[in-house]
């Protein structure tokens, strides 16, 4: 596994986990135990949801026939580095309650539940990397799901890290974790002005 230095230094003394976690693309064939992938699932399980309607819905493989089918839903993009990773999932969010009543923060509350298995995940020395990158038409169709109930909202892996060295060169130059913009960027009190 490559070690990387991680520059990333909050304005604020808040706990480590929040700068700890990142997004490799470098990720070791090594399997995940049983265990672990339970341990995954079962943080996205205590996720926060309006109403605990928990409106997530994953569906996820580690090998086999199966994950051949996983991996051809990825954009070419994410093609170049995700396919090694040990665990590949889609994240779908509710679009209707079973009554047929309005979920409005389903999309919302399925972010928690990634957010969960991905603190998770750094906690457990494991990382995960969460990709957009995904042809969705191909994610209803291949994985047997009706848009009519469920919203694609993004891929993701899971697994220990790899090493970088085997990532295409334009990868490994970006095999480090990003900044952020100051909080005054984004959050405001009062009124927008
Ligand atoms: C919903 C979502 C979609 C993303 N899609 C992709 C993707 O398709 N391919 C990729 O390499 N990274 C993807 N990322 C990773 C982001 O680029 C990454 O989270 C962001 O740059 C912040 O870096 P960090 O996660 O290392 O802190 C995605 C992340 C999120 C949350």
């Not at 994240?91 to 928690?112: I, M």
Request: charge should be negative; include cysteine.
């Amino acid at each position: 596994m490559t070690e990387t230095v991680n520059n990333r230094h909050p304005d604020a003394d808040i706990a480590p986990i929040f700068t700890e976690r990142w997004s490799t693309r470098a990720f070791s064939s090594e399997q995940l135990t049983d265990e672990e992938i339970g341990k995954l699932f079962e943080a996205a399980r205590w996720a926060p949801s309006s109403g605990n309607s928990q409106p997530w819905m994953v569906l996820y493989e580690t090998d086999g026939p199966e994950r051949e089918v996983f991996n051809s839903i990825l954009r070419p993009g994410n093609q170049k580095w995700a396919p090694g990773a040990p665990l590949l999932g889609f994240f779908f969010a509710k679009n209707n309650r079973d009554d047929g009543g309005p979920l409005p923060t389903s999309q919302f509350d399925t972010g928690s539940a990634w957010m969960s298995l991905a603190f998770q995940a750094t906690m457990m020395d494991l990382y995960a990397h969460a990709m957009a990158g995904i042809d969705k038409d191909a994610a209803y169709e291949k994985l047997g799901v009706s848009p009519d109930d469920y919203t694609v909202i993004c891929a993701f892996v899971a697994g220990h890290r790899g090493d970088v060295s085997d990532l295409e060169d334009d990868l490994q130059a970006r095999e480090t974790p990003n900044d952020r913009d100051p909080v005054s960027q984004h959050v405001t009190r009062g009124v927008s002005r």
